[in-house]
């Protein structure tokens, strides 16, 4: 899989926010200045079309992956990408400067609290997301492909990242 250009997005908000991700290295400015952003692509589950979303994420260095949290701003509804990550769990992951395909999964039952707790205190927005929304969030970890074998996932040639050239409305 390879990363959207963004032309898949069809939200303005996310496809600037995508622009500037890529063309500041990772980093955005305005409201989203020095919050941790990532571009996650996905692939549609119903137009095949590769998507890529800005996200808030947080980092899990214990488990050497990333998490997302599927909050849609506390929306009735879960994202599109958290849709298509169901129907196919390989993504592409950008985070600064680095690109890299991974694998999603919805984390363990019992990581599911902690890992919000540790959310809301980096974000406290989460907190409203949560309140906000009639359903249970679900929080995906994106973990780097080659890492833990999976038979889901296909890493590139070497499943190494290679560097290249956030949510927001997620």
Known sequence: ??????TNN??????????????NGGRVGG???????????????????????????LSDPARD??????????SPHAPGWYHNL??????????????YEAHAAPVDEGEHDE????????????????????????VIALTRAGVTPSADVTPSAAGRPHATSASCRN
Do not use: C
């Open 115 to 138: 890992l919000w707790r540790r959310q809301i205190e980096q974000d406290p927005n989460f907190a409203e997301f949560r309140e906000r929304a009639p359903r249970t969030i679900p």
């Open 86 to 99: 169901t129907k196919d769990p390989r993504v592409v992951v950008e985070v600064g400067t680095e690109r």
């Open 1 to 6: 899989m390879t990363a959207d250009d963004g």
């Open 65 to 74: 992956r990333l998490v997302v949290f599927a909050s849609n701003g506390g």
């Open 31 to 57: 409201d989203f200045e020095g919050v941790r952003l990532l571009l996650l692509t996905t692939r549609g589950a119903k137009s095949g079309l590769l998507r890529t979303t800005p996200a808030v994420y």
């Open 10 to 23: 069809t939200n303005p908000f996310n496809h600037r926010v995508i622009e500037e991700f890529r063309a």
